[in-house]
T-cell receptor
């Protein structure tokens, strides 16, 4: 039983294309996240959603648009892909609420390569 | 910016305890200490977290100093599969922003 699953695992596409990455969690969590890990291996948060509502948007270009159809899904759509978008994108989920006692659980990542 | 300082790399012999240190001298009273690890090409894996008390689970133990300015993650019997980058993170949920630093690259050697 995969807790946080992302599809596709690998995505190779040309500059200028539009693509989507899907994420689903079966943990019953109400908060989901997208992180980006670049070639230098730094992991940075991009977005978080709580109960389908956007909570964090970390100065990400508006070519990136997250969509949460329900609490268990958070998809990432990217328009007009650029070379700098090449990275590994990780989805995560946690139980929401104020405090610090809610571990985030990550998927295995989507490796996006722009040609 | 990450609020933690970790050594960039450490070695450990297989079967021995791996003790990974972390400094977080500016930690706030409500912030938790979290540990994650990332094995090559995989997503970050949650290991353990704590607020003030020492914690233990099936993966590891977390020792937090009384002043909470530093902590140590202990893998009691390291195996080759524990080779990974280990991240120490201080965290309080304000939207859920985990801030990853550079971590410690642990190499477990036979």
């Amino acid at each position: 039983d995969t807790a946080v699953s992302q599809t596709p695992k690998y995505l190779v596409t040309q500059m200028g294309n539009d693509k989507s990455i899907k994420c689903e969690q079966n943990l019953g969590h109400d908060t989901m996240y997208w992180y980006k890990q670049d070639s230098k291996k730094f992991l940075k948060i991009m977005f978080s959603y709580n109960n389908k509502e956007l909570i964090i948007n970390e100065t990400v270009p508006n070519r990136f648009s997250p969509k949460s159809p329900d609490k268990a899904h958070l998809n990432l759509h990217i328009n007009s892909l650029e070379l700098g978008d090449s990275a590994v994108y990780f989805c995560a989920s946690s139980q929401g609420g104020v405090g610090g006692n809610q571990p985030q659980h990550f998927g295995d990542g989507t490796r996006l390569s722009i040609l | 910016d990450a609020k933690t300082t970790q050594p960039p790399s450490m070695d450990c012999a297989e079967g021995r305890a791996a003790n990974l240190p972390c400094n977080h001298s500016t930690i706030s009273g409500n912030e938790y200490v979290y540990w994650y690890r990332q094995i090559h090409s995989q997503g970050p894996q949650y290991i353990i977290h704590g607020l003030k008390n020492n914690e233990t689970n099936e993966m590891a133990s977390l020792i937090i100093t009384e002043d909470r300015k530093s902590s140590t993650l202990i893998l009691p019997h390291a195996t080759l599969r524990d080779t990974a980058v280990y991240y120490c993170i201080v965290y309080y949920n304000q939207g859920g922003k985990l801030i990853f630093g550079q971590g410690t690259e642990l190499s477990v050697k036979p």
